[in-house]
């Protein structure tokens, strides 16, 4: 068996090769710009709140509600029903340009919460000193909480991109492309198991080397 999964990586090398790219391009694309909505959104959250620097409890709940509701719908319910919004924004459903609309649509809302969980772990104390310093609020956000959380949202988009990781496979049913188009025609409807196995053992490099990162990057921010 490990001869023919060996034979399987040398003969396919290219494929592999061109596959990973793709996935790393869908990944990397995806979470640039989820992280940008993320962000906001996980910062509105939590200022928002009630008794915090811009509390609106009206915009809160109203927020609270849309990213409750977005995280609730599959993946694969997502990527079929904005079919005509990722044509219009990409003019494209298919390749990895196709995928990238529904990976942020999917990923966006998932950040936001991550973000909010790292930033909620801020010592209030600290937020209430700097007020009390005359600090203004753009400085609190920018200076205060996003620098106290720094080590908590490293790890959100740690587990954000090991989520994108399994995403983009998911994707690749849909004539995405990346490793999980590959396992999908070769390793599932051509009966190549062989090409299955490679790639579900990238996927799960790919995933220990993120997390590794991850933790890593986490680890030297904490000791700052």
């Given amino acids: 068996m490990l001869d023919s999964f060996l034979d399987s990586l040398i003969e396919n090398r290219v494929l592999y090769t061109e596959a990973l790219g793709e996935t790393a391009a869908m990944v990397g694309w995806s979470l640039f710009f989820s992280t940008l909505i993320g962000l906001f959104l996980g910062i509105c959250l939590v200022v928002l709140r009630p008794n915090h620097i811009y509390a609106s409890l009206t ?6 509600t ?10 694969i319910i997502i990527l079929i029903a904005i079919i005509p919004i990722t044509k219009w924004i990409v ?4 390749g990895v340009k196709g995928a990238i609309v529904p990976l942020v649509f999917y990923t966006a809302p998932y950040i ?5 969980s790292a930033l909620l772990e801020v010592n209030p104390g600290v937020i209430e000193a700097f007020q009390a310093m005359g600090a203004s609020r753009r400085q609190i956000i920018w200076k205060v909480i996003l620098k106290e959380a720094r080590p908590g949202i490293v790890l959100s988009l740690t587990i954000a991109t090991i989520g ?16 999980g188009d590959v396992a999908i025609r070769y390793g599932y409807q051509r009966w190549e198991p062989d090409v299955m196995y490679v790639c579900v053992i990238i996927l799960i490099l790919l995933v220990q080397l ?15």
Avoid: C, D
């Avoid at 849309?66 to 993946?75: E, G, K, Q």
């Fill in 59 to 64: 915009l809160y709940h109203l927020l609270n």
């Fill in 66 to 75: 849309v990213i409750n509701i977005l995280r609730s719908v599959p993946f």
């Fill in 91 to 94: 003019h494209t459903t298919i």
């Fill in 112 to 116: 936001a919460r991550l973000i909010e």
């Fill in 164 to 179: 994108l990781i399994g995403a983009t496979a998911m994707a690749g049913v849909m004539g995405a492309g990346g490793l």
């Fill in 210 to 224: 993120m997390q590794s990162i991850g933790n890593w990057v986490s680890k030297k921010l904490r000791k700052h």
